[in-house]
């Protein structure tokens, strides 16, 4: 990251003095016609904050997650040259973790160039805890003194040996663009984006009956580069690209001690292999013509391969359990393509008319080989072929719509999908969607707009994948494979009662059903409100506010006896959420104030019956309330003092990781980890000062 800043503030003071040094004359100018700003902008923020307690969902992709003091470290500038010449240099939150650096700029119509700097701090859990002595490690030790056990509560020196670990990740990403304006219709652009991620995660490793959670290392590392050239005619213009994407993972693999009783002779190390090194290419093409006035048509095809090609880890680390692999590597390519044509146009003045055609296809050339594996490092396994799936989807889309007599304008819509699958439960499915659209003008201060859709997913037969091991239950329908019909009814009312007030409400309900599964998802349901209120007042006064609600209820089948149902879930997921704003600009001549609260809760429930014996999970719940404030005193015409507070109050009930400590499963070693509620402030007090050199 150090080096990073070096190179962003040499280039800053690089730019700076370019800047300075455009002077073309005023016939150099690409629009002489047009006005241009000259001379520099600036506007800096820097001050201090204290956080009052810490909290990492509080602080999460934000940095502040630790109590304590805070540097506030905001900068804008730009400059405005002759010709065009534009510079423009952004540091947002330079003294948190979560910093953001950019300069962009160069000369309209001529050139452009961005280098960017952002780091992002992602922290997932409150708590965590585990035996290992170096956690995120790729061999993961066990103390010297660890005392084996066939279930936790055996495990007799786990409470001494827990210590904490940190499980989150940062990323940073540097990227660079360039664009190009050789002549007046031709461009070329490339940009660059480099992105480390490292830290700690969270694995899942079993040694057949047994499972411990393990805290893995993650440093993964991801370059992209994205290029293309435009050439752009009196009607037509086309563009020509490349896009490839590089991962690398500095730890593909992950070993580790068996903290359990070895439930065979020699299990007593674990081996995984974690997110392989892999590569995507494509080439691009797409461009649009318009033949006829109210007529455009635009296209695209792409091509593309995803290679992946690492050495595969042995089966086992179990030296009594030797299985020799088929191949070395597996040399995974898959080939991608994608077409679309698209066409718009407006044969009467009242009428638009708009058609797709969208062809996606996925081949899977990977070889499909016998494998003869071990299960959790314990037992021999039956062989096993992987699968290479691919598919091929056509989808076709014609939309409409109408300017009909007192202010009534009509939309409606066809949709039709096809999908072709290899080495799946349906090899073809069908979907075709039909959806209308009435929108009203009632008078000049109020809009209604009313939409039904219809869909209807047929499938060409359902028949579980012979390779599949273990077998699957005949009945069971995979949700996104099974016969499914869905409704749906939108609303959006928009009011203006007043001048100075503006209303608005929007209402969505959907249903699905699936009534041709045995077993499986059967039924879904999503239904929201959302309303919103702006109030304007003499003096610049602005008040608004919004609310909404949201719920999902979904049921479900399945056989714990391999057979017919013998059991069903429900589940129902509901939202509600509040919020208001107040501004107060030029209070008492030099203040301007800003007020707001948040309010959301969640709730869960997960409803069971099994043989007609009822039982439910305890609720998930979750509930915030929010308040910010912002105060500006206006010092000077250029030097503003600003105090501002932050008050969050979290509260959470989780039943899957309340009081489940790592021992709590006996089977499971845990970390521990788990959320939980917080009440926090943060106060801060800066100056903001803005300059203008403009000529």
Same mark, same amino acid.
């Given at each position: 990251?150090?080096?990073?800043?070096?190179?962003?503030?040499?280039?800053?003071?690089?730019?700076?003095?370019?800047?300075?040094?455009?002077?073309?004359?005023?016939?150099?100018?690409?629009?002489?016609?047009?006005?241009?700003?000259? %001379?520099?902008?600036?506007?800096?923020?820097?001050?201090?904050?204290?956080?009052?307690?810490?909290?990492?969902?509080?602080?999460?992709?934000? $940095?502040? &997650?630790?109590?304590?003091?805070?540097?506030?470290?905001?900068?804008?500038?730009?400059?405005?040259?002759?010709? %065009?010449?534009?510079?423009?240099?952004?540091?947002?939150?330079?003294?948190?973790?979560?910093?953001?650096?950019?300069?962009? =700029?160069?000369?309209? =119509?001529?050139? $452009?160039?961005? #280098?960017?700097?952002?780091?992002?701090?992602?922290?997932?859990?409150?708590?965590?805890?585990?035996?290992?002595?170096?956690?995120?490690?790729?061999?993961?030790?066990?103390?010297?003194?660890?005392?084996?056990?066939?279930?936790?509560?055996?495990?007799?020196?786990?409470?001494?040996?827990?210590?904490?670990?940190?499980?989150?990740? @940062?990323?940073?990403?540097?990227?660079?663009?360039?664009?190009?304006?050789?002549?007046?219709?031709?461009?070329?652009?490339? /940009?660059?984006?480099?992105?480390?991620?490292?830290?700690?995660?969270?694995?899942?490793?079993?040694?057949?009956?047994?499972?411990?959670?393990?805290?893995?290392?993650? &440093?993964?590392?991801?370059?992209?580069?994205?290029?293309?050239?435009?050439?752009?005619?009196? @009607?037509?213009?086309?563009?020509?690209?490349?896009?490839?994407?590089?991962?690398?993972?500095?730890?593909?693999?992950?070993?580790?001690?068996?903290?359990?009783?070895?439930?065979?002779?020699?299990?007593?190390?674990?081996?995984?292999?974690?997110?392989?090194?892999?590569?995507?290419?494509?080439?691009?093409?797409? %461009?649009?013509?318009?033949?006829?006035?109210?007529?455009?048509?635009?296209?695209?095809?792409?091509?593309?391969?995803?290679?992946?090609?690492? !050495?595969?880890?042995?089966?086992?680390?179990?030296?009594? #359990?030797?299985?020799?692999?088929?191949?070395?590597?597996?040399?995974?390519?898959?080939?991608?393509?994608?077409? +679309?044509?698209?066409?718009?146009?407006?044969?009467?003045?009242?009428?638009?008319?708009?058609?797709?055609?969208?062809?996606?296809?996925?081949?899977?050339?990977?070889?499909?080989?016998?494998?003869?594996?071990?299960?959790? &490092?314990?037992?021999?396994?039956?062989?096993?072929?992987?699968?290479?799936?691919?598919?091929?989807?056509?989808?076709? /889309?014609?939309?409409?719509?109408?300017?009909?007599?007192?202010?009534?304008?009509?939309?409606?819509?066809?949709?039709?999908?096809?999908?072709?699958?290899?080495?799946?439960? +349906?090899?073809?499915?069908?979907? @075709?969607?039909?959806?209308?659209?009435?929108?009203?003008?009632?008078?000049?201060?109020?809009?209604?707009?009313?939409?039904? *859709?219809?869909? /209807?997913? !047929?499938?060409?037969?359902?028949?579980?994948?012979?390779?599949?091991?273990?077998?699957?239950?005949?009945?069971?329908?995979?949700?996104?494979?099974?016969?499914?019909?869905?409704?749906?009814?939108?609303?959006?009312?928009?009011?203006?009662?007043? @001048?100075?007030?503006?209303?608005?409400?929007?209402?969505?309900?959907?249903?699905?059903?699936?009534?041709?599964?045995?077993?499986?998802?059967?039924?879904?349901?999503?239904?929201?409100?959302?309303?919103?209120?702006?109030?304007?007042?003499?003096?610049?006064?602005?008040?608004?506010?919004?609310?909404?609600?949201?719920?999902?209820?979904?049921?479900?089948?399945?056989?714990?006896?391999?057979?017919?149902?013998?059991?069903?879930?429900?589940?129902?997921?509901?939202?509600?959420?509040?919020?208001? *704003?107040?501004?107060?600009?030029?209070?008492?001549?030099?203040?301007?104030?800003?007020?707001?609260?948040?309010?959301?809760?969640?709730?869960?429930?997960?409803?069971? !019956?099994?043989?007609?014996?009822?039982?439910?999970?305890?609720? #998930?719940?979750?509930?915030?309330?929010? *308040?910010?404030?912002? +105060?500006?005193?206006?010092?000077?015409?250029?030097?503003?003092?600003?105090?501002?507070?932050?008050?969050?109050?979290?509260?959470?009930?989780?039943?899957?990781?309340?009081?489940?400590?790592?021992?709590?499963?006996?089977?499971?070693?845990?970390? %521990?980890?788990?959320?939980?509620?917080?009440?926090?402030? +943060?106060?801060?007090?800066?100056?903001?000062?803005?300059?203008?050199?403009?000529?």
């Amino acid at each position: 990251m150090t080096r990073a800043i070096i190179v962003f503030l040499f280039l800053s003071a690089w730019l700076s003095s370019e800047a300075h040094a455009q002077a073309p004359a005023a016939a150099d100018r690409s629009c002489d016609r047009c006005t241009y700003p000259e %001379g520099w902008f600036l506007e800096t923020e820097i001050g201090g904050g204290y956080v009052s307690d810490g909290a990492v969902r509080f602080g999460d992709y934000t $940095g502040l &997650d630790d109590a304590g003091g805070i540097v506030i470290g905001d900068v804008a500038a730009e400059f405005w040259g002759e010709s %065009g010449v534009h510079w423009r240099f952004g540091g947002r939150d330079l003294g948190l973790d979560s910093r953001s650096m950019v300069i962009d =700029g160069g000369r309209q =119509g001529r050139y $452009g160039l961005r #280098l960017s700097i952002e780091q992002l701090p992602h922290d997932r859990f409150e708590f965590a805890a585990t035996p290992f002595i170096n956690p995120a490690s790729s061999s993961l030790q066990l103390p010297a003194d660890w005392v084996p056990g066939a279930t936790t509560g055996a495990m007799s020196a786990l409470n001494q040996s827990l210590r904490p670990v940190q499980i989150g990740t @940062d990323r940073e990403t540097v990227g660079l663009g360039l664009s190009v304006v050789p002549t007046s219709r031709l461009e070329i652009d490339v /940009d660059y984006r480099h992105s480390t991620k490292e830290g700690t995660g969270t694995y899942g490793g079993s040694f057949l009956n047994t499972a411990t959670i393990l805290p893995r290392p993650v &440093d993964h590392e991801t370059q992209t580069l994205d290029a293309g050239m435009t050439y752009r005619a009196d @009607d037509w213009s086309v563009r020509v690209g490349y896009f490839g994407s590089l991962f690398d993972n500095d730890a593909p693999a992950l070993r580790w001690e068996n903290p359990f009783s070895p439930v065979v002779p020699g299990a007593t190390e674990g081996q995984a292999a974690l997110e392989p090194d892999n590569s995507f290419h494509q080439l691009t093409m797409s %461009g649009q013509y318009r033949p006829v006035g109210h007529t455009q048509l635009t296209g695209s095809l792409a091509v593309g391969r995803m290679e992946q090609d690492e !050495d595969l880890l042995p089966f086992t680390t179990n030296p009594a #359990l030797l299985s020799m692999l088929p191949v070395p590597s597996l040399d995974v390519e898959v080939d991608t393509l994608q077409a +679309v044509l698209r066409i718009a146009s407006r044969p009467m003045r009242k009428l638009r008319l708009r058609g797709a055609y969208i062809f996606d296809e996925r081949d899977n050339k990977t070889p499909s080989l016998d494998w003869a594996g071990v299960i959790g &490092d314990a037992l021999p396994a039956a062989s096993r072929r992987n699968l290479p799936y691919d598919y091929e989807r056509y989808t076709i /889309d014609l939309e409409a719509d109408y300017r009909l007599p007192f202010g009534i304008k009509a939309y409606a819509g066809w949709q039709r999908g096809v999908n072709e699958r290899a080495f799946t439960e +349906v090899n073809r499915s069908e979907e @075709d969607e039909l959806w209308g659209r009435l929108k009203f003008r009632l008078g000049h201060r109020a809009d209604l707009a009313l939409k039904y *859709v219809f869909a /209807d997913r !047929d499938i060409a037969g359902y028949q579980p994948v012979a390779d599949t091991q273990p077998p699957q239950n005949a009945r069971l329908r995979k949700y996104h494979l099974a016969d499914r019909e869905r409704a749906g009814l939108e609303l959006h009312l928009a009011l203006r009662p007043l @001048d100075i007030l503006d209303f608005s409400l929007a209402a969505e309900f959907m249903d699905d059903d699936y009534d041709d599964s045995p077993l499986g998802l059967t039924s879904a349901q999503y239904e929201s409100v959302y309303a919103d209120a702006s109030l304007s007042l003499p003096g610049g006064i602005a008040l608004s506010a919004h609310g909404g609600y949201e719920q999902t209820e979904s049921a479900q089948r399945g056989s714990q006896s391999f057979a017919l149902s013998d059991w069903r879930a429900s589940n129902n997921d509901r939202s509600v959420f509040a919020g208001a *704003v107040m501004t107060l600009p030029r209070w008492l001549e030099r203040f301007d104030v800003r007020l707001a609260y948040t309010f959301a809760d969640s709730a869960g429930e997960i409803r069971t !019956d099994t043989f007609g014996l009822r039982d439910e999970f305890p609720e #998930l719940d979750t509930r915030l309330h929010r *308040v910010e404030g912002n +105060v500006d005193y206006l010092w000077r015409d250029d030097l503003t003092v600003r105090f501002g507070w932050i008050f969050e109050d979290y509260r959470v009930d989780d039943w899957s990781v309340d009081g489940v400590d790592p021992a709590t499963l006996p089977r499971v070693l845990g970390l %521990g980890n788990r959320w939980s509620g917080y009440d926090v402030n +943060v106060v801060s007090l800066s100056l903001r000062y803005s300059w203008s050199g403009s000529k």
